[in-house]
Each structure stands twice: as C-alpha cells, then as structure tokens.
C-alpha cells in the first residue's frame, strides 16, 4: 500500500470517528433519555405531545396515553407523541 493511500485511508477513519462522537452518539443518549422519560410516565403529570398539545395524563396503558387537556376533554395518544414533560418544554423555550 503507498503512503498517500494509508493517509487518504487514516483520513476518512479519522472523519468517520468525529462524525461518530459528535453526531451519532449524542443521538442515542437522547433516544434513551427520551424512552426512559416515556416508560417513566405517571398519572396526573403534565406534559407536551410531539405536536405541541399540553395535556395533564389521565390514563396509560403499554402502547397509549390518555391526556386530558380541559375538563372532561380527553385525547389518546401513541407512547411515542409524548415529547417531554411540560415544565421541561417552557424551560427549554427560555
């Protein structure tokens, strides 16, 4: 192998592991937050659907969530629409 074909070769693993430590990996530690936040659900907390609707939850089952979001007005929900808890969503806006 020529040099110039080992440093071409260094070079593109060189990138390959900064595309790693700054963009894939942060990915996955969020996506796991994110599940661990989601698993974690509990009635009466507060919290933001992927869509932006803020709701109080009434009900969960494995796969859904029931919110409330005025009296008596309750809407079901996939686990995974649930973005964060509502406190978290104002904090991050600030």
Not at 15 to 41: C, D, N, S, V
Not at 68 to 74: F, N
């Amino acid at each position: 192998m020529s040099p110039d074909a080992l440093q071409q070769l260094l070079f593109f693993g060189l990138i390959g592991l900064i595309f790693y430590f700054f963009m894939i990996r942060p990915q996955q530690a969020k996506a796991a937050q994110l599940k661990t936040f989601r698993e974690a659900l509990q009635k009466g907390q507060q919290v933001v659907t992927l869509g932006g609707l803020h709701g109080r939850v009434a009900e969960i089952t494995d796969t859904t969530v029931v919110l409330e979001v005025d009296r008596g007005t309750r809407l079901t929900f996939d686990k995974g629409a649930i973005a964060s808890a509502a406190g978290t969503a104002a904090e991050a806006k600030a």
